[in-house]
Each structure stands twice: as structure tokens, then as C-alpha cells.
């Protein structure tokens, strides 16, 4: 009974160990998809930039207007990586989490851009033995203290966005 009991420990520690490892293994593959993905879009690689993504992505933008499938979002992109520099990206801070299976996993980033610090956020999936990028949300982050003058500026744009939105519903 006693070597039972031991065994079973054993096996729950290498399982949790084995946990570990491929948490880790996540993670540093989701961050080197991602890295690539910006390293892609600031040395204007739209084949190497596209291909981290899955064909069924989707992309948005920082505007309101700006909710793209891969189609369109490459459309929109191709000019910007013609003319040899699309957008530079670099890592701030990074969060990934995923589901039980270690097949799905969800980020959040800090990011220095053109626009200073934005929101990168999205959904990252296993296929085969390569992460793709199936969601991402860009978003500019706005101080708090600042919120009242950016509502202001954004105002009646988005005020007949939002009448001509709830038209459709």
C-alpha cells in the first residue's frame, strides 16, 4: 500500500512538472509568434507577416470602422508594405494565458508604436505545431484624466456613427 501511495505521488509530480513545461513551452512559442509578427510588419515582410496568421483571421483596428478579415486587412496592408515600411511595433509587456488543451491562447500586450503606447490583444491558435494569430485587436490607450478632451475631438463622428449603427439593429 505504502509503494502505491508513493508511485502516486510520483506520477502527480511529473505530471505537474510536465504542466510546467509545456506552459513554458506555450508561452515562449505564443511570445515568438508574436515577436515575429511585429518583426514581420517593421522589416515590411507582408508573406512572412500574413503567414502568422490563420486564413480565417480577423484584424481590428484602432478605428471604429476597422473590423477586417485576412482579405481585407491584406488589401488595406499592401500598400504600407510596398512602399518598404508598414508599421513598428516593439514589445512594452506581454501576457499569455490558454485554455487546458494547450491548443488556444489569448494575449495582451503593451506596445510602443507611432501612436505611443497601444493595446495589442487577441487570440493565438495551434495548428499542426505552429501558433497562428486568429484575433487581434489594436487598441490606443487614453489616461483617464485625458478621456473627457479625446471624447470631445471624437464626438460627432462617432455621434452619427452610433445613430447609423442602432438604424441597423
Given amino acids: 500500500m505504502k509503494?502505491?501511495?508513493?508511485l502516486l505521488i510520483i506520477m502527480t509530480l511529473s505530471g505537474c512538472k510536465s504542466t510546467m513545461v509545456n506552459q513554458a513551452s506555450l508561452k515562449a512559442n505564443s511570445n515568438a509568434t508574436l515577436d515575429a509578427w511585429h518583426k514581420a510588419a517593421a522589416d515590411a515582410d507582408y508573406n512572412a507577416y500574413f503567414n502568422l496568421m490563420t486564413?480565417?483571421?480577423?484584424?481590428?483596428?484602432?478605428?471604429?470602422?476597422?473590423?477586417?478579415?485576412k482579405t481585407a486587412f491584406q488589401a488595406y496592408a499592401k500598400p504600407h508594405f510596398d512602399k518598404g515600411k508598414a508599421w513598428s511595433f516593439t514589445t512594452l509587456e506581454r501576457h499569455i494565458y490558454s485554455d487546458a488543451t494547450g491548443k488556444i491562447?489569448?494575449?495582451?500586450?503593451?506596445l510602443n508604436t507611432q501612436m505611443k503606447i497601444c493595446r495589442?490583444?487577441?487570440?493565438?491558435?495551434?495548428?499542426?505545431?505552429?501558433?497562428?494569430?486568429?484575433?487581434?485587436?489594436l487598441?490606443?490607450?487614453?489616461?483617464?484624466?485625458?478621456?473627457?478632451?479625446?471624447?470631445?475631438?471624437?464626438?460627432?463622428?462617432?455621434?452619427?456613427?452610433?445613430?447609423?449603427l442602432k438604424s441597423k439593429q
Wanted: proline content about 1%.
Fill in 3 to 6: 509503494q502505491i501511495v508513493i
Fill in 105 to 110: 491562447a489569448w494575449f495582451d500586450e503593451l
Fill in 120 to 137: 495589442g490583444s487577441g487570440v493565438l491558435v495551434k495548428i499542426d505545431k505552429e501558433w497562428k494569430i486568429q484575433q487581434y485587436v
Fill in 139 to 164: 487598441s490606443m490607450t487614453v489616461p483617464n484624466e485625458n478621456s473627457n478632451e479625446v471624447i470631445k475631438v471624437k464626438a460627432s463622428l462617432e455621434d452619427m456613427m452610433i445613430k447609423t
Fill in 55 to 69: 486564413d480565417d483571421a480577423v484584424f481590428i483596428g484602432t478605428d471604429a470602422t476597422e473590423n477586417w478579415n
